[in-house]
C-alpha cells in the first residue's frame, strides 16, 4: 500500500473513534477488519460513513446476491481493481454464477447490450446480462444508454434499479480508493495472481 496501515488490531484515539472501530468489526464478524479498513481507519469519521453505506448496500438491500456479486465484479474489472475482484468474483460464483457466465464478466473489453431479450451470452441470464452491461457503462461512461435503460427498466422495478444503480456507484468508489492506494497490494499482479 502507498501508506502505511493503521495499527491492528486498531488503537482508537477516543471513545468515539473506539465506537467506530467496534461498528466495524461488527460488520465484518466474524472475520478480522481487512486491509480496506486499515486503510480507511487514518480518517475514522470518514470509515464510519463508510462502513455504514457498503453494510448497507451489501446487506440490505433486495437484489439477488448474484446480481450484486456480478456488478461488483464488472465494475473490479473495468477499473482493474483485483484486490477487489478476487474478494467478490467467488462470491458471485457461490450465488451460483458459473464460469462461462464470469468469463464474460471479466472481458475487458466494453460490454454492450444488445436490441432486446435473447442477447445473453452463454452463461448469464437475461438479467445478469443487463446488470453487468449496465455496470459496464455506468463505470466506463457514467452516462448510460437510453437503450440499456430500456431494457434495465423491462427486468426490474424502480427499488431493484435503484439498488442496483447504487451497488454500482458504491464500488467504484470503492474500486478507486482500492487502486489509488493500492490497499491489499494487487494492482499490478492482475486477477489471476494467488494471495
Partial sequence: MRLPYT????????????????????????????????????APPVADGWNAFLGAVRTQ???????????????????RAWYEWRHHAPLAEAA??????????????PLVLGAGAGD???????AQWAVVCYTDEMTRNVQVR??????????????????????IACYNCVSRFLV??????????????EH
Fill in 7 to 42: 495499527p491492528d488490531p486498531p488503537a482508537p484515539a477516543s471513545p468515539a473513534e473506539a465506537a467506530i472501530v467496534q461498528r466495524m468489526q461488527a460488520r465484518r464478524a466474524p472475520r478480522p477488519l481487512q486491509p480496506l479498513d486499515l486503510a480507511l481507519l487514518h
Fill in 146 to 167: 437510453d437503450e440499456t435503460f430500456a431494457r434495465l427498466r423491462e427486468l426490474f422495478g424502480e427499488r431493484e434499479i435503484v439498488e442496483i444503480t447504487a451497488t
Fill in 96 to 109: 451460483g454464477v458459473g464460469r462461462e457466465g464470469m468469463a464474460v464478466v471479466r472481458r475487458e473489453e
Fill in 180 to 193: 489509488a492506494l493500492d490497499v491489499g497490494e494487487r494492482n499490478e499482479l492482475g486477477p489471476d495472481a
Fill in 120 to 126: 445473453a451470452p452463454v452463461g448469464l441470464s437475461e
Fill in 61 to 79: 438491500t433486495g437484489i439477488p446476491a448474484d446480481l450484486r456479486e456480478l456488478a461488483i465484479s464488472r465494475v473490479a474489472v473495468v477499473n
